[in-house]
């Protein structure tokens, strides 16, 4: 019954979807490449291969699958790996940042599309990242018989009442995962209170603690940083994941810095890359002047767009002073841990529910600052860009705090073999 009433209600909901989707074809242009995959028209996988699917819906889910995705390889080399996402930069992170066989959007969840994608791909186990719960392919990934297994799991503060408005049906779906492999107490909580089997409950802490700790050689740094116009004594200022509003508040706050710290530059990576032209024009309406690094014209300017998909891990090494946003805004922020490990100080503004757990973490070490909105934004920002010996210890907290933590990945994907052994059933020893 449950599958039925959430299948109605698909078709009901499905005109309202065609018309946002159009709408999104229509403004943002990169959502029409590869469309088919998202009706289920994927290839098949490859004859002879186990596969291992893993589902990482956008660049959040993408950075926490690395150290997974590398542990996966490393269990199973043999296996076809494929990668699933849900939007164009998830996509393209993917396949810069994983190794994957391939990567591919995931079909939307309709009883018309994801029996026949499930068919194709063939997947003898199924690794779903974080919390994109979709009812009609948990049921058919159950008819086949694919182990499920949830992990680094999270169930936002905002979206765990939605998922309690359709329990019956998110209980029904949710008995075909083999782990519910969470991040926090709070998120084992949510996941039980969806409907998940208690049993299978267990909290292992967050993936994004084990990301892979890349060092640079000083000539490296200095090459990043010469192709933003930047030498190697220029005060950086690096705003990481930028949402619509959040750089024209950096651009105030940056105007307001720069008479007391001389040449700051402030480094915009936006979230979206293909919202680069808009932000631009909008700050050159404030009278800011922007470079761009993909343009090559970043030399002498105050601000400039690290306009790159990919590269935001590698530049925090060269930032005086990290902001980390989508948290002077509503969308709940990102990953801070990127610019603790690399030894950065951290500051967000106050909606950071995404990453709550993390961020307690590095406040209580004294690694990061929550701070209330733009003017505090402002003072704190001053205070730090004075003080170098400030900077040093919060930095050096900050790499403590993602040592001290490291460990998610290796239960996780102990967890993993126990429902998926390295050698199949029956295979010759």
């Not at 890349?214 to 190697?232: C, K, Q, S, Y």
């Amino acid at each position: 019954m449950s599958r039925a009433l959430y299948n109605l209600l698909l078709v009901v909901l499905f005109p309202v979807g065609l018309m946002l989707l159009g709408w999104r074809l229509l403004v943002r242009p990169e959502y029409r490449e590869a469309l088919g995959e998202r009706f289920g028209r994927v290839a098949a996988s490859p004859e002879g291969r186990r596969v291992v699917w893993l589902h990482a819906v956008s660049v959040g889910e993408v950075i926490s699958a690395q150290p997974l995705t590398a542990a996966l390889r490393e269990a199973y080399p043999d296996a076809h790996l494929v990668v699933s996402c849900g939007t164009p930069t998830g996509r393209a992170m993917a396949r810069t940042r994983l190794t994957a066989d391939r990567v591919i959007y995931l079909p939307w969840d309709l009883p018309g599309v994801i029996p026949g994608a499930v068919r194709k791909v063939r997947p003898d186990l199924f690794v779903l990242v974080e919390s994109e719960l979709w009812p009609n392919l948990l049921w058919t990934l159950a008819r086949r018989g694919t182990p499920v297994v949830l992990v680094n799991g999270r169930i936002s503060r905002r979206s765990y009442p939605r998922y309690r408005a359709i329990r019956p049906v998110m209980r029904a779906a949710l008995a075909h995962v083999g782990a519910f492999l969470m991040q926090s107490r709070r998120d084992a909580d949510h996941i039980r209170g969806i409907g998940a089997p208690p049993e299978r409950v267990e909290v292992v802490g967050n993936i994004k603690y084990d990301q892979p700790v890349v060092e640079h050689t000083p000539d490296e740094l200095n090459r990043l940083a010469l192709a933003l116009g930047i030498t190697p004594d220029t005060p950086v200022l690096l705003a990481g994941s930028t949402h619509e509003g959040e750089e024209e508040a950096l651009a105030r706050v940056w105007q307001r810095l720069v008479a007391d710290v001389p040449g700051l530059v402030l480094v915009l990576a936006v979230r979206h890359p293909v919202r680069c032209e808009a932000v631009a024009e909008s700050l050159a309406r404030m009278g800011v002047k922007v470079g761009r690094k993909t343009l090559g014209d970043c030399a002498g300017r105050g601000v400039v767009l690290l306009d790159t998909l990919g590269e935001l891990s590698a530049h925090y090494r060269i930032a005086t002073v990290a902001f980390v946003g989508g948290s002077l805004v509503p969308v709940g922020g990102h990953n801070p841990l990127e610019p603790a490990a690399a030894g950065v100080p951290v500051v967000y503004g106050p909606n950071v529910a995404n990453f709550e757990a993390p961020c307690a973490e590095l406040e209580r070490a004294g690694a990061a600052v929550r701070v209330a909105g733009e003017d505090d934004l402002a003072k704190n920002l001053r205070r730090l860009l004075r003080d170098p010996e400030a900077r040093r210890r919060m930095g050096g907290e900050g790499r403590k705090v993602v040592r001290d933590n490291r460990g998610a990945a290796a239960h996780t994907m102990a967890r993993i073999a126990e429902r998926f052994p390295a050698e199949p059933a029956g295979a010759p020893g």
